[in-house]
């Protein structure tokens, strides 16, 4: 694909925004993730002549260890579940 010179420089400036965002990768992603699709739907609809978000490097996502209760927090968790079969236990007023 070949860009314009205006193109160019609104990829770049969307590249910069993105090195440049305080944003944790995968709120980038999401963002630039909107930016492809709005310009795909442009140009489906005729809108754009091409999708100049496709000239954008977006960082790699950040691979995360799936969160886990503490027996704390569990213990809490079911206390708290266990008083909606209670609703006095749990702080709920008397249905009428």
């Given at each position: 694909?070949?860009?314009?010179?205006?193109?160019?420089?609104?990829a770049a400036?969307?590249?910069?925004?993105?090195?440049?965002?305080?944003?944790?990768?995968?709120?980038?992603?999401?963002?630039?993730?909107?930016?492809?699709?709005?310009?795909?739907?442009?140009?489906?609809?005729?809108?754009?002549?091409?999708?100049?978000?496709?000239?954008?490097e977006v960082?790699?996502?950040?691979?995360?260890?799936?969160?886990?209760?503490?027996p704390d927090?569990?213990?809490?968790?079911?206390?708290?579940?266990?008083?909606?079969?209670?609703?006095?236990?749990?702080?709920?007023?008397?249905?009428?």
């Open positions: 694909m070949v860009l314009n010179e205006h193109d160019k420089r609104r400036s969307i590249r910069r925004m993105i090195r440049a965002s305080p944003l944790v990768p995968d709120s980038v992603l999401g963002g630039s993730g909107f930016c492809l699709k709005s310009f795909a739907r442009g140009r489906k609809r005729n809108l754009v002549s091409h999708n100049p978000a496709n000239a954008v960082p790699a996502p950040v691979e995360r260890a799936p969160a886990i209760f503490t927090q569990v213990r809490t968790i079911l206390e708290f579940a266990r008083g909606f079969s209670n609703p006095a236990k749990a702080g709920c007023a008397k249905a009428p």
